[in-house]
């Protein structure tokens, strides 16, 4: 059973950033694409950034374009979200995943997901 844990949250004021670090356990990393999602109150889960497997193919999601950047290490098993320039509306909690074939911020199709962390960003 994978473990994906998510650090880096935390109060930030708008125009601020964060970096957010997804640790996964199991020696599998490399072979699965990873995801960013994030969550607000009483909205639904959407997808933000996803990272390939080996060649390092982005995507990220138009409301964080030109914001956020993911990138990954495979030799520390870790894929991380750089968030500048950050808004209020990117309040929410943000959680991790991964998933086998190609990258994609659909969430149905990612099989295992961290705990979240929190990113308040204050006006």
């Known amino acids: 059973q994978v473990h994906l844990v998510e650090s880096g949250g935390g109060l930030v004021q708008a125009g601020g950033s964060l970096r957010l670090s997804c640790a996964a356990s199991g020696r599998t990393f490399g072979s699965y694409a990873m995801g960013w999602f994030r969550q607000a109150p009483g909205k639904e889960r959407e997808g933000v950034s996803c990272i390939s497997t080996t060649d390092g193919t982005t995507y990220n999601a138009n409301i964080v374009k030109g914001r956020f950047t993911i990138f990954r290490d495979n030799a520390k098993n870790t894929v991380y979200l750089q968030m500048n320039n950050l808004k209020p509306e990117d309040t929410a909690v943000y959680y991790c995943?991964?998933?086998?074939?190609?990258?994609?911020?659909?969430?149905?199709?990612?099989?295992?997901w961290g705990q979240g962390t929190q990113v308040t960003v204050s006006s």
């Open positions: 995943a991964r998933r086998l074939g190609a990258c994609s911020i659909s969430a149905p199709s990612f099989g295992s």
